[in-house]
């Protein structure tokens, strides 16, 4: 293993913020992550994924590890489903691919997300209809005191809207290794109806979609919408979309009767975050590099040298006005540091 010194992490988060960390490491197999993990307390790491929902805001002052765990597996086969384990350094996005071209279905509205497998069950990220707890098996993390390798089932994980145990009562606790998905190998169950999927599919005259066909889908739809990261720096959906009561909802569409909405429960809301903040008329927002996406409120961008706390104070405005306009608080999604 090799430790490097003052290193740029500019390569390493997807908003292209260039603070350094005073320490770096790159870990590929489980024994050097036990190795690192035992020879500091874990207060003294940072553990770095693929860097696609962190707003980093200061040089880290600790030993940053860059999780860089490789390799895809089928753990168990039957004749209706597939246990597939991924390493937590894989690419999500490729994993899906991965998925898709064996024709293992589950995860595909869940393409072109970015970032690593081993963040999805910490985040339960989600899109279009599906979210990680729909389709996760397990998922095995390493105990940052014992060394011990701990399987947690999906019900374990306490899965919510964009949280799971690992943000909260077990945060700092474990460091994900693996996840395992339960994946269909026929009769698949298709989401279309959510957002513009359905929409895309008509489009292209396609009336019996197979999963390649949705994700396809969204991925047109994702590429129409969102920058990519390689040209313009951004972490993805920054906040959270609130779900309110019926009570609140019920006041707030009689003075946006258009305002867009998904009934969670039957006294629960959701309302999209994005139509919040371009109601709010900050849809391509800008303060110097750092701005609001001109195509989607949802994202905050760096157009190139904005500093991670500028676009903190830019998140906190937002914030603060959309408070002040619908009385309705809306939380970041991304880890700010």
């Excluded at 098996?137 to 089932?153: D, G, P, Q, R």
């Excluded at 943000?167 to 339960?182: G, M, P, V």
Aim: with cysteine.
């Amino acid at each position: 293993m090799n430790i490097h010194e003052n290193v740029s992490l500019k390569p390493y988060n997807t908003f292209g913020l260039d603070v350094q960390a005073k320490y770096f490491i790159e870990i590929k197999n489980l024994n050097d992550l036990k190795e690192i993990v035992k020879a500091n307390k874990s207060d003294k790491l940072f553990i770095l994924g693929g860097g696609s929902n962190m707003l980093l805001t200061q040089d880290i002052n600790k030993i940053v590890v860059k999780l860089d765990l490789q390799g895809i597996s089928v753990v168990e086969d039957s004749d209706n489903y597939v246990l597939v384990e991924a390493q937590a350094g894989e690419n999500w996005h490729e994993f899906v691919l991965w998925c898709i071209e064996h024709n293992y279905g589950g995860v595909e509205n869940l393409s072109l997300i970015p970032g690593n497998v081993g963040t999805t069950p910490i985040q339960n990220i989600g899109a279009y209809g599906v979210e990680i707890k729909d389709v996760m098996h397990s998922c095995k993390a390493l105990n940052v005191k014992t060394l011990e390798i701990v399987e947690f089932t999906n019900a374990q994980c306490e899965f919510g809207y964009r949280e799971s145990i690992f943000k909260n009562e077990l945060k700092d606790q474990y460091i994900l290794i693996s996840t395992t998905y339960r994946l269909t190998k026929e009769n698949h169950s298709l989401k279309i109806e959510y957002g513009a999927i359905k929409g895309e599919l008509e489009a292209n005259n396609i009336t019996s979609p197979t999963i390649k066909d949705i994700s396809d889908a969204v991925i047109a739809i994702r590429e129409s919408k969102l920058p990519n990261p390689k040209e313009i720096g951004n972490s993805g959906s920054f906040f959270k979309n609130p779900i309110v009561d019926k009570e609140t909802f019920l006041r707030l569409q009689n003075g946006y009767p258009s305002m867009p909405h998904y009934i969670v429960s039957e006294n629960e809301v959701k309302i999209p975050a994005g139509w919040l903040i371009e109601t709010s008329g900050f849809k391509g927002y800008r303060l110097g590099d750092a701005g609001v996406h001109t195509q989607q409120a949802l994202v905050l961008v760096n157009y190139g040298k904005a500093e991670g706390i500028q676009i903190k104070k830019l998140s906190e405005t937002i914030q603060r006005e959309v408070f002040n306009l619908f009385g309705i608080k809306i939380d970041a999604e991304v880890n700010i540091f």
